[in-house]
């Protein structure tokens, strides 16, 4: 019993020393000015959309706020976090200090999956997979699929957001999830009446796919066209391939 009860004091001990070295190295580093800030700009998808030094601008004020050597009561990270939420290609952002006392920043970059194209190229935007626009950058340019109205007028910016347009979202949606169509769709077309129609990177059909309903099934029916026609006739045997209703593809 006595050996029982000097090991449950001693894990008890060795409890209450963690806790206090723990709040001890806390209130040391809440109080340390801050060191070195860091930024992480994660990029999976391999967009260069927003700089290290334009992060850096943001959480300075563009140097107007120095960071290095500020003491914590100077800082306001949610603040922060809030300043560079303000950058478009921003998706996400986390502000906090570590142990060291370093500031870091560690961003999240937002990704279009479409390019909206307007007549007037200057007044182009990106799509992302939430129907939001962004605006074209500087430092990147997106390989993504453009999509433009024809025979009406342009496709405006919240038309991915309504009721209507979000199966037209989907439709890109689709198109970008799936690594061979996302390199096989060249350009999209949205006719005056709502039907779609596109172009490929490598045939020179104009596919004619109709509204954008039934999505999978559509492009299982491509993927059919593109498995047996081609190989036995030749890719330039057809000029208009139409997979817009049931159990049907219509070449000509």
């Known amino acids: 019993m ?46 260069f959309f927003i700089s290290e030094q334009q992060v850096t601008a943001l959480l300075t004020r563009n140097g107007n706020q120095q960071l290095e050597g500020a003491e914590p009561q100077e800082l306001d990270l949610r603040a922060l976090e809030g300043r560079l939420k303000t950058h478009p290609f921003v998706k996400d952002a986390q502000v906090y200090r570590d142990l060291g006392g370093n500031l870091h920043a560690d961003v999240r970059q937002n990704r279009p999956i479409a390019r909206l194209v307007h007549p007037n190229a200057d007044q182009d935007l990106y799509v992302d997979a939430d129907g939001q626009t962004l605006p074209l950058s500087t430092l990147y340019s997106a390989r993504v ?54 172009t490929q990177q490598v045939g020179d059909q104009r596919v004619e796919f109709g509204y954008p309903e039934n999505i ?30 049931q159990n049907q593809i219509i070449c000509e």
Do not use: C
Not at 17 to 27: C, G, W
Not at 218 to 235: C, D, H, S
């Open 216 to 245: 999978s099934e559509k492009f299982a029916k491509l993927m059919v066209f593109y498995r047996q026609i081609p190989p036995a006739l030749g890719w330039d045997t057809y000029h208009r391939v139409n997979v817009e209703f």
């Open 2 to 47: 006595k050996r029982k009860a000097k090991n449950v004091l001693f894990v008890i001990g060795s409890l209450l020393l963690m806790t206090a070295l723990t709040v001890f190295a806390s209130v040391r580093q809440a109080n340390r000015p801050v060191g070195s800030v860091i930024v992480s700009i994660g990029n999976e998808f391999n967009n």
């Open 145 to 198: 699929v453009p999509i433009a109205r024809v025979g009406g007028a342009p496709l405006s910016s919240g038309f991915f957001r309504d009721s209507t347009g979000r199966r037209y979202l989907e439709f890109l949606r689709y198109i970008d999830e799936h690594p061979f169509w996302r390199a096989q769709v060249a350009e999209v077309f949205v006719s005056v009446n709502g039907k779609l129609t596109f």
